[in-house]
């Protein structure tokens, strides 16, 4: 049996056996974000800071006001929690969607049409600069 083969194989195995333990691990992973962001009354999407890319910055901007709003009004709870050193009602927790993403459609639509303006080589319409 040639070497290479015998690696394939070799690597098949691993991934097989290795494969369940890394989706465990994942969905694990995924229930202590889910039970963080729940303590704070955040989203997911709560987390992505708009000072950090210009995409995310103009997604939020193009979202909905309501949504907006919904969003700074998390924001802020989460903050006021942070700074009392306490949670949210377990009540409250129950409540909470932190896997319920609002922003994610609009990021991707964002960040589509910024590659199309690089490949054509033009600017983002946000990111002019005044002469």
Not at 31 to 60: C, N, Q, T
């Amino acid at each position: 049996m040639p070497k290479f083969v015998w690696a394939e194989k070799c690597a098949e195995m691993i991934q097989k056996s290795m494969g369940n333990s890394f989706g465990w691990c994942s969905n694990w992973y995924r229930a202590k974000v889910a039970k963080e962001l729940k303590k704070y009354g955040l989203r997911y999407d709560d987390l992505y800071d708009e000072m950090y890319d210009f995409d995310i910055m103009e997604a939020l901007h193009r979202l909905p006001q309501q949504v907006q709003d919904l969003r700074n009004q998390r924001l802020k709870r989460a903050m006021d929690c942070g700074y009392k050193h306490s949670y949210l009602d377990k009540e409250m927790q129950a409540k909470q969607t932190p896997y319920e993403f609002y922003i994610q459609d609009m990021l991707a639509q964002v960040t589509c049409e910024r590659k199309e303006r690089e490949a054509q080589g033009s600017y983002m319409p946000y990111e002019r600069e005044m002469p």
